[in-house]
Every structure is written in C-alpha cells, then in structure tokens.
C-alpha cells in the first residue's frame, strides 16, 4: 500500500519537475499544429538550399517537414531528452535520416551561424531573449520564422495572419535607427 503511494507520489513529483525544467529553458511542450509547421516553412520560402535550424524541436515535426515536403537539409536542438528521443524517431521512421538530425543542447549554446532559417515556437521573454544571438550570428537575408510568439524590437517582413505566423529577416526586420526607421521591402 505504502509503496504504491509513494510510486504515485514520486511520479507526480517527476512529471512536475520536468514541465518546470523544460520551462526554465525556453518553453513547455505544445506542439506546433501541422498545419502552422507547413505555413512557417511556407512564409519563410523554405526550399533545398536551404539550412534549417529549429529552436526547441520538441517531436521532430518542423525538422522531417523541412526535409520531406520542402527539400532543405534540417537541424533540430531540443533540451528535453524525452522530446530529443521522440525527435529522433521521428526523423528515423520518417525516412528523413541523412537531411535531418536533432542534437541534444540548449540551443543557447549552439553556434547558428550556418543556418539559413530559423523556426522558433518558444514564448515572448525566449524569442526577446534569443534576439541578440540571432543578430550577431545569423547572417544578413537569414530567415527568422515563428509561430504565435514575435520579437518586440523587430518588424516582420510577412504575416500569415490565419495561422499566426511572423517571418522575419536578418537585416531588414531588425534595422532600427534613432528614428526606428526600418527600410521598405
């Protein structure tokens, strides 16, 4: 009796603290819905030239999305290693292994700079948080695509309004003079 309550207990306790770690690092789970993932990688003109690195890959979905229906080569860094491991399924059963990986790091700590788009699906204090590292190693023209969540001090380029999607590019939506002029498109 004793250990069946402490077995529930001790679980209780273990899913809370993981919900809490994952949102320590940039955002809880909620999967971005399929028909969001397609409209980022639509905006964003994802294509095979492209270099996709996504932000918090939870299930894999963006990353296997990217290389199977648009054709670009895609990383995915993800935290959790309950979410790391569904990513990697994902991409195996998916027949996207070789195009597609995911790497278990903070995405703090990953170097951004060969990426050509970015997705993100974090919260609002994550993007403003990320927004200086994405400046400083994204390279001009670099897309910066996201679902629900924007960037206070950047103006998108283009907006999908229905799926609440924010398209973003490197040098144009983070120009700001003293006047918060930004250039026309």
């Given at each position: 009796m004793w250990v069946a309550i402490l077995t529930i207990f001790s679980s209780i306790v273990l899913f809370f603290v993981w919900i809490l770690w994952t949102e320590v690092f940039g955002a809880g789970w909620s999967p971005t819905p399929m028909e969001s993932v397609k409209a980022m990688l639509r905006l964003a003109d994802v294509n095979p030239d492209d270099i996709l690195y996504d932000l918090?890959?939870?299930d894999g979905r963006i990353v296997t999305t990217a290389v199977k229906d648009f054709g670009a080569k895609a990383i995915g860094y993800e935290i959790d290693p309950i979410r790391f491991l569904m990513s990697w399924f994902r991409i195996i059963f998916s027949g996207a292994l070789g195009?597609?990986?995911?790497?278990?790091?903070?995405?703090y700590n990953a170097n951004l700079r060969e990426a050509t788009v970015v997705t993100l699906?974090?919260?609002q204090?994550?993007?403003?948080?990320?927004?200086?590292?994405l400046e400083e190693e994204l390279a001009p023209g670099s897309r910066v695509?996201?679902?629900?969540w924007t960037f206070d001090k950047w103006k998108p380029v283009k907006?999908?309004?229905?799926f609440e999607v924010y398209l973003y590019v490197i040098g144009i939506s983070n120009y700001q003079s003293s006047?918060?002029?930004?250039p026309p498109r």
């Open positions: 918090g890959a939870g195009k597609a990986t995911v790497r278990y790091k903070n995405f699906f974090l919260r204090h994550t993007n403003e948080k990320l927004r200086e590292k695509v996201t679902y629900y907006v999908d309004h229905r006047s918060n002029f930004f």
